[in-house]
């Protein structure tokens, strides 16, 4: 047993608190701008309860193991995947597009990456990681990968086509459909990042949204990254990598010797069991009728914000296609400043001359009407209204 020292601890623990203050708190409702939230309360006590487990030397924590094959079953039936598939749990979004392109360059051989000029902003990391090559596609007045600009840059030396389902500025989803066509035809490695919406898109489907299909339904989809702590409700860091062929993890595995398990694909070695068995934890308990139940509230909250927004004279880049909504601003970084000074914090996103707000779980109406006020007078002070 490990005996503590009272007065050392209250010591440590008193100067935690103390800088933990500093910090913004997701509980609180004043983060309007991020994709991350407040874990479920059955995720916290999962995850402290795996804390010492690791997934990387799979024989010590067989039980553990079995939680993440029963989780990843999960998500692949959340995507539609074939009985072909495969999935490995990964650290969130940045983890998962990487570790695809990893598969897409070792199969193919080559070096050149397609996408929306609205991609994540982990590619520019693949590209320095992995020395591969960014092509950027123009999008459409919707926000979306323009398709016929695409179909000019195709070329023997293209590796990967990455489509976005739920893109990290404004919830768009790319043509994915079409281009899951496009990639079966020319024999092309398709990657969707759906690190967003893909805990999103298929309930908004099933409440009669009119959206694009984006899984393993269409057939030209090769992997899917989808994150849990975004709206999985989970805790952070958990997201996962679903691959069409469970063999193309063995394009990127290597012999492990020192560990019980003979070969580890993948990036990290050590792997906590404790986000995993906490994702597992909430997908239980919510179901997928909770998680439907969910995704309909923040809908809700998302209609109601984008009506105090126009109410206000202020206008929107677009009209949301999820919980994510882009307010047009002329000095959004100033705007942004002067907001976090006042005790809120949304993002930024300059391309588009816009502020960012994402309308997560713990987001309430009660809370937008607090922020609009605050948003008026901030607007007001800038010279935006």
């Not at 024989?59 to 074939?82: D, M, N, R, V, W």
């Not at 323009?146 to 500025?169: C, F, M, P, W």
């Not at 949304?346 to 009660?366: A, F, G, Y």
Request: glycine share 8%; aromatic share 8%.
């Amino acid at each position: 047993m490990v005996s503590f020292d009272t007065q050392k601890k209250q010591k440590i623990f008193s100067e935690l608190a103390r800088l933990q203050q500093r910090d913004f708190c997701f509980s609180r409702g004043h983060i309007l701008g991020s994709m991350c939230t407040v874990p479920h309360p059955i995720a916290r006590e999962a995850y402290i309860q795996f804390l010492e487990t690791n997934l990387g030397d799979p024989e010590l924590c067989p039980g553990t193991k079995e939680i993440e094959s029963q989780y990843i079953s999960f998500i692949s039936g959340l995507l539609h995947a074939p009985k072909s598939s495969a999935g490995q749990i990964v650290s969130g979004g940045t983890e998962g597009n990487i570790t695809a392109m990893w598969i897409a360059k070792q199969l193919s051989g080559k070096k050149e990456i397609l996408l929306p000029k609205s991609a994540h902003f982990s590619f520019q990391k693949i590209a320095s990681l992995m020395d591969m090559k960014l092509v950027e596609i123009p999008i459409t007045k919707k926000y979306i990968m323009d398709v016929v600009e695409l179909k000019k840059k195709i070329h023997k030396t293209t590796a990967a086509i990455v489509g976005l389902a739920g893109s990290t500025e404004l919830g768009t989803i790319d043509p994915i459909p079409e281009l899951s066509e496009i990639c079966t035809d020319e024999h092309i490695f398709f990657h969707v990042d759906a690190a967003f919406g893909g805990f999103v898109i298929p309930f908004l489907k099933e409440l009669q949204y009119e959206l694009p299909d984006f899984d393993f339904r269409c057939k030209g989809v090769c992997s899917i990254s989808i994150d849990s702590h975004k709206m999985g409700y989970a805790a952070i860091p958990l997201g996962t990598l679903v691959v069409r062929k469970k063999q193309w993890l063995e394009c990127i595995s290597v012999d492990s010797p020192y560990i019980s398990s003979e070969k580890q694909a993948g990036i990290l070695g050590t792997r906590s069991g404790a986000p995993v068995a906490a994702a597992y934890a909430v997908a239980r308990y919510l179901g997928h009728e909770g998680y439907k139940h969910m995704v309909q509230s923040c809908m809700e909250v998302t209609q109601y914000t984008e009506r105090r927004i126009r109410e206000l004279g202020l206008s929107l880049v677009m009209k949301p296609t999820m919980n994510v909504i882009g307010v047009k601003l002329k000095k959004p970084g100033c705007v942004v400043d002067r907001l976090s000074k006042k005790g809120w914090r949304v993002n930024k996103v300059e391309r588009l001359s816009c502020i960012r707000l994402v309308l997560m779980p713990q987001i309430t109406k009660q809370i937008i009407d607090e922020f609009i006020p605050v948003l008026q007078k901030t607007c007001e002070e800038v010279g935006e209204l």
